[in-house]
């Protein structure tokens, strides 16, 4: 099954108003497959929440910013 991708999510799943249980699922199902694969560009502390933000704001991150809430 082909999906057009909308970020991270297929359009398919993502296109609604919110995550219901059908997509979540569809997204398990995609991650357990390995057809899904998140990348991450920087993991920051909670207590550096503004310096995620100011990085993301840069426009020259290659994948996604982690806050990381437990350390």
């Given amino acids: 099954m082909a999906h057009a991708w909308v ?3 297929p359009a398919a799943v993502g296109s ?4 219901d ?3 979540l699922r569809e997204i ?7 057809r899904l694969r998140v990348i991450v560009d920087q993991v920051f502390p ?9 990085s993301g ?7 996604k910013i982690v806050l990381a ?3």
């Fill in 28 to 34: 398990t199902s995609l991650v357990e497959d390995g």
């Fill in 57 to 63: 704001e840069t426009g020259r991150t290659t994948g």
């Fill in 7 to 9: 970020g991270a999510v």
């Fill in 69 to 71: 809430v437990i350390p």
């Fill in 21 to 23: 249980h059908t997509g």
């Fill in 16 to 19: 609604g108003t919110g995550p």
């Fill in 46 to 54: 909670l207590d550096e929440a503004a310096r995620a933000h100011a």
